[in-house]
């Protein structure tokens, strides 16, 4: 395993490297350029542990779903280089704003893409990794739209737009295709998702989209991880309301999602 990352195992009792199945984490990291403006983003902690623990410096983090630049604003502090993509050109000007991706020898590169268009993911990641003089990816991290509970942008090519789950897990495999033919073999990737709550059902997305990636790629499932939400910002001092509202019906409050760890075996 030391031969994916840079870890000091002579040391690994310092190393604050969270190896257990269940990762609580009390607040955002606020440090940096950090911040937490977009509806959908996840925490600093979660790319900053995948990435030191799967990662060496300067390897390549490929991602599908670049969102408001956590996980590229964690490799510019861990000194890895970097290729993001997102449908939402608003959220791609944005995230060019806050870093400096100019030079010869830049080592970030960012573009908007549609993940599901496979002939755009070839032109736009190849681009990518021309720049950055490299022709694979070390580590893949994908944090897809958990359906239609937050549309994102009005593009029907969006994952946001769509509200069926059938439907969803079938285009998440298209992008997945896509996305992992870039990544070397034997090396790894990860899935930040969670459930959705439709028509009074809990919908195991999670779950779906787990078994889908089993069944179609040659994986092996290194680790399920469950992570609280409990700083979720559309949550923040409306505890008691969710509580009263979940006592009138028959439901429980979501305070969890999922990282699923894979390892690419061809």
Same mark, same amino acid.
């Given at each position: 395993?030391?031969?994916?990352?840079?870890?000091?195992?002579?040391?690994?009792?310092?190393?604050?490297?969270?190896?257990?199945?269940?990762?609580?984490?009390?607040?955002?990291?606020?440090?940096?350029?950090?911040?937490?403006?977009?509806?959908?983003?996840?925490?600093?902690?979660?790319?900053?542990?995948?990435?030191?623990?799967?990662?060496?410096?300067?390897?390549?983090?490929?991602?599908?779903?670049?969102?408001?630049?956590?996980?590229?604003?964690?490799?510019?502090?861990?000194?890895?280089?970097?290729?993001?993509?997102?449908?939402?050109?608003?959220?791609?000007?944005?995230?060019?704003?806050?870093?400096?991706?100019?030079?010869?020898?830049?080592?970030?590169?960012?573009?908007?893409?549609?993940?599901?268009?496979?002939?755009?993911?070839?032109?736009?990641?190849?681009?990518?990794?021309?720049?950055?003089?490299?022709?694979?990816?070390?580590?893949?991290?994908?944090?897809?739209?958990?359906?239609?509970?937050?549309?994102?942008?009005?593009?029907?090519?969006?994952?946001?737009?769509?509200?069926?789950?059938?439907?969803? @897990?079938?285009?998440?495999? +298209?992008?997945?295709? $896509? !996305?992992?033919?870039?990544?070397? &073999?034997?090396?790894?990737? /990860? =899935?930040?998702?969670?459930?959705?709550?439709?028509?009074?059902?809990?919908?195991?997305?999670?779950?779906?989209?787990?078994?889908?990636?089993?069944?179609?790629?040659? @994986?092996?499932?290194?680790? +399920?991880?469950?992570? $609280? !939400?409990?700083?979720?910002?559309? &949550?923040?001092?409306?505890? /008691? =309301?969710?509580?009263?509202?979940?006592?009138?019906?028959?439901?429980?409050?979501?305070?969890?999602?999922?990282?699923?760890?894979?390892?690419?075996?061809?």
């Amino acid at each position: 395993m030391g031969r994916f990352n840079d870890l000091d195992l002579e040391n690994w009792r310092d190393l604050d490297i969270n190896t257990d199945s269940l990762w609580l984490i009390g607040e955002r990291a606020k440090t940096g350029k950090h911040k937490n403006i977009y509806h959908g983003n996840f925490i600093p902690q979660i790319p900053n542990q995948l990435i030191r623990r799967y990662t060496k410096a300067n390897e390549v983090v490929l991602e599908p779903f670049m969102g408001s630049g956590t996980t590229l604003f964690e490799c510019e502090e861990l000194r890895r280089k970097y290729v993001g993509l997102d449908i939402n050109q608003e959220v791609i000007e944005y995230v060019r704003s806050k870093i400096d991706i100019s030079g010869d020898d830049p080592d970030y590169f960012i573009s908007r893409c549609n993940s599901r268009d496979g002939s755009d993911v070839d032109t736009t990641v190849n681009e990518g990794l021309k720049k950055l003089r490299v022709t694979s990816a070390q580590f893949v991290l994908m944090h897809p739209p958990y359906m239609d509970i937050v549309k994102f942008t009005d593009d029907p090519e969006d994952l946001s737009q769509i509200g069926d789950i059938k439907e969803f @897990v079938e285009s998440f495999k +298209i992008v997945c295709g $896509n !996305i992992l033919r870039f990544l070397d &073999k034997d090396r790894y990737f /990860g =899935i930040v998702i969670g459930d959705v709550y439709k028509n009074s059902e809990v919908l195991p997305l999670g779950f779906y989209t787990m078994d889908m990636i089993k069944r179609n790629f040659k @994986v092996k499932l290194k680790g +399920i991880i469950v992570k $609280n !939400i409990e700083g979720n910002r559309g &949550k923040i001092g409306q505890n /008691g =309301i969710w509580k009263i509202r979940a006592l009138r019906s028959d439901y429980f409050i979501f305070k969890h999602e999922y990282i699923f760890l894979f390892k690419k075996l061809g």
